[in-house]
């Protein structure tokens, strides 16, 4: 069993920075490829990012390649997203994921709101 647990959502203004984390319990967060979904109100669930389990291999939405990077440190247990020129259109819950691949997803986290002014 693994938990995760996202800290890091908040209030920000149009153009500013936030980073989420995501730290995992248990000692086989290496095996499993990591992803930062997200779901804004009236919208289906979608994937921001993920990043494989060496961290040598990531991918982006379209929506947000060149702003969003995500990063992980499997002796940390914790799985980061930084967020930088963010736009009112990224205003969502974020939610962490590990899973088989970004499709077989076994853990998710609780989420945490994101929400950017315009």
């Known amino acids: 069993q693994v938990q995760l647990v996202e800290s890091g959502g908040g209030l920000v203004q149009a153009g500013g920075s936030l980073r989420l984390s995501c730290a995992a319990s248990?000692?086989?967060?290496?095996?499993?490829?990591m992803g930062w979904f997200r779901q804004a109100p009236g919208k289906e669930r979608e994937l921001v990012a993920a990043?494989?389990?060496?961290?040598?291999?990531?991918g982006y939405a379209d929506s947000v390649k060149g702003r969003f990077t995500i990063s992980r440190d499997n002796a940390k247990n914790t799985v980061y997203l930084q967020m930088n020129s963010l736009k009112p259109e990224d205003t969502a819950v974020y939610y962490c994921?590990?899973?088989?691949?970004?499709?077989?997803?076994?853990?998710w986290g609780q989420g945490t709101q994101v929400t950017v002014s315009s």
């Open positions: 994921a590990a899973g088989a691949s970004t499709t077989l997803i076994h853990y």
């Open positions: 248990g000692r086989t967060f290496s095996s499993y490829v």
């Open positions: 990043i494989n389990r060496s961290s040598g291999s990531t």
